[in-house]
């Protein structure tokens, strides 16, 4: 009794172990050079209040400045992102929303454009049954 008792333990707590980790988003956050200069702030500066939270990366440069959020909860969107309250600089708290250009769901924007591709394959798949020409015109 005492091995099957210790054996369905161990199966219990390994079974644990292997269980599914919860779904992760992505998110790319815009900013706008021009307002991060007049704030007197940077991408590496605001990564820092989030990456205590988060798993980040700063991109900044000749292109637009921007961070990278990797965030462990698959229930958050946008708005709430926006909502998080960062430090701007050294005088300064806002929240995320007021100093970011845009926020991007990179895995909801996957899923569309994954949408976009199958549907015109479709399409192109149709139109090579029944013989007409295919017109690629990307549709709304």
């Known amino acids: 009794m005492k091995r099957i008792f210790l054996s369905v333990f161990f199966i219990s707590i390994v079974s644990l172990g292997f269980a599914k980790d919860p779904g992760e988003k992505t998110f790319l956050i815009l900013f706008d050079k021009a307002e991060l200069k007049a704030n007197k702030t940077s991408t590496t500066y605001i990564e820092l209040s989030l990456s205590n939270v988060f798993k980040t990366k700063s991109y900044a440069g000749n292109s637009d400045a921007a961070i990278i959020v990797k965030v462990p909860y698959d229930n958050i969107n946008e708005c709430q992102l926006a909502d998080f309250f960062i430090r701007v600089n050294a005088n300064k708290v806002s929240s995320l929303g007021e100093l970011a250009f845009q926020i991007i769901d990179m895995d909801e924007s996957k899923n569309k454009y ?27």
Not at 124 to 136: D, E, L, R
């Open 114 to 140: 994954q949408y976009l591709v199958a549907s015109l394959e479709d399409k192109i798949q149709k139109n090579k049954k029944s013989g007409k020409a295919v017109k690629v015109v990307p549709s709304p």
